[in-house]
């Protein structure tokens, strides 16, 4: 069973913070790892994919990949209230298109 | 572009009918997938087709379920007969070679 951990939270930040969302995989031959946003009611949208290990910044976002300890975890810098939604974490499993998520991590930011 | 477009966005249903969802991915897309979401299990992809082509139908729950795609630009997923437990917001989403995918609106199923 492939497994994708994520802590379902709320987790609260404050206006203009940075906010810290984790996932671990159990798969060491994952290769590609998304994040997802998913406001209350609406569907999946995907905002960030990492392929390799370290950083990768667009905007306001930094996805993180550290392979060796099976770990992705996204950044979002200067929060807003309108970050506030669920996060999910997916990794893919035996070829590119078979992905499995995780929980997902629900954000608040505080104004 | 329209996106991808699921019908109905609400059903409920009486425990044993017929549901059929229906499915219209982006033109040009050769892939798509469905998906369920719960509360208790999250996300869980059902069953994707690649070219028309049922690839991976390993998380479709039990042959209570099932889905086609006739051709590429629909595809439908049959739930026969329905239980409570088949509860959920179900997800089509289609792709182009790689990511996985652009979700629909999704189709907000009640079995009571």
């Known amino acids: 069973q492939k497994e994708v951990e994520q802590n379902s939270g709320p987790l609260s930040v404050p206006e203009g913070a940075i906010a810290s969302l984790n996932c671990t995989y159990s798969?060491?031959?994952?290769?590609?790892f998304f994040w997802y946003r998913q406001y209350s009611g609406k569907s999946p949208e995907l905002i960030m994919f990492?392929?390799?290990?370290g950083d990768k910044e667009d905007g306001r976002f930094t996805a993180q990949l550290n392979k060796a300890s099976q770990y992705v975890s996204l950044l979002i810098r200067d929060s807003q209230p309108s970050d506030s939604a669920t996060y999910l974490c997916?990794?893919?499993?035996?070829?590119?298109?078979?992905?499995?998520f995780g929980i997902g991590t629900k954000l608040q930011v505080i104004p | 572009d329209a996106g991808v477009i699921q019908s109905p966005r609400h059903e409920v249903t009486e425990m044993g009918q017929e549901v059929t969802l229906r499915c219209k991915p982006i033109?040009?897309?050769?892939?798509l997938f469905w998906y369920r979401q719960t509360m208790m299990r999250g996300l869980e992809l059902l069953i994707y087709?690649?070219?028309?082509?049922?690839?991976?139908d390993s998380g479709m729950p039990e042959d209570r379920f099932s889905a086609k795609m006739p051709n590429a630009s629909f595809s439908t997923l049959k739930i026969q007969p329905s239980e409570p437990r088949d509860s959920a917001v179900y997800f089509c989403?289609?792709?182009?070679?790689?990511?996985?995918?652009?979700f629909g609106s999704g189709t907000r199923l009640t079995v009571v």
């Open positions: 989403a289609s792709s182009h070679e790689g990511l996985p995918g652009t």
């Open positions: 798969d060491r031959g994952s290769q590609s």
């Open positions: 990492i392929y390799s290990n």
């Open positions: 997916a990794v893919n499993y035996g070829g590119y298109q078979k992905v499995t």
């Open positions: 033109s040009g897309h050769n892939s």
């Open positions: 087709f690649n070219n028309n082509v049922p690839i991976d």
